[in-house]
């Protein structure tokens, strides 16, 4: 147990991956599921009214009656109400427990359990979202990987909706350690357990990485949370052949200021 938790304890390789489930565990999901749906939490989702005035606007900028795939919907707190807005909506996310609750509470929207990297749809939809920055969150080859999956599923003149976290949300990040003893469980195991968290930042401090050890009396599970800052220059460069439409503050359309911890881009695919 020691050995490993030597081994534990050594700075995570940049883009390491963790070899535990996350999103589908079955505990942790079940902490996951209350934070989408705790309107008061920007955790798992955002602030309900925050997803209400997100939504506002993306209904600005879908075509009336559209074909729209969410990715990573969570419990389905975008699709939902896009589906009530008139809309043809997919979710699609890779926790189980998050899609039976979104199937459980609304009829109108396909839900799909399935993990975002493997879709493989052709022209079928009129705009593609990914919000919370879950796309800053994955390896150089899985947004390559995303990016060319997303285009090929859109049709021509389809749009990709996704929001990034920028180098301002990366300014109180520094490589610091933290415990915590959870006697009755928590968020990580229901089981009694000793938390052992770090931060560690890569690349001239724009990549992040947060770990969590959890240690109970079965043994020691690492849990590791990638995230990237972006540039409007950055993004530019690594989204083609998307062109880059718009640029906002945020995922609820506030103007371009440069000044904010967020990013939201509207990328079009091109007609043809």
Known sequence: MTDKLFQLLQKPNLWQRSPEPFWDD?????????????????????????????????????PAHGKILDLGCGAGLYTKRLSDMGYDVTGLDFSKRSIAYAKSHDTKTSYIYQNYLEIDYSAEFDAVTLIYCDYAALTSDERKKLVA??????????????????????????????WSLNGNGGFWSANPHICLEATYLYENNTVAVDQCIVITDYGATE???WDTAYSVEKMTNEVLPFKVKCVFDDACGSPYTGEAETLCFVLERGME
């Open 26 to 62: 079955e505990h942790i999901s079940k902490g996951m599921l209350e934070a989408h749906l705790n309107p008061d939490w920007d955790a798992a989702s955002r602030k309900h009214d925050s997803i209400d005035r997100s939504v506002e606007w993306l209904s600005s900028i879908f």
């Open 149 to 178: 999956s997303v285009f090929k599923s859109l049709k021509p003149g389809g749009l990709f909706i996704l929001d990034v976290f920028t180098e301002k949300h990366f300014r109180d990040k520094e490589n610091k350690t933290s």
């Open 223 to 225: 849990y590791l949370i």
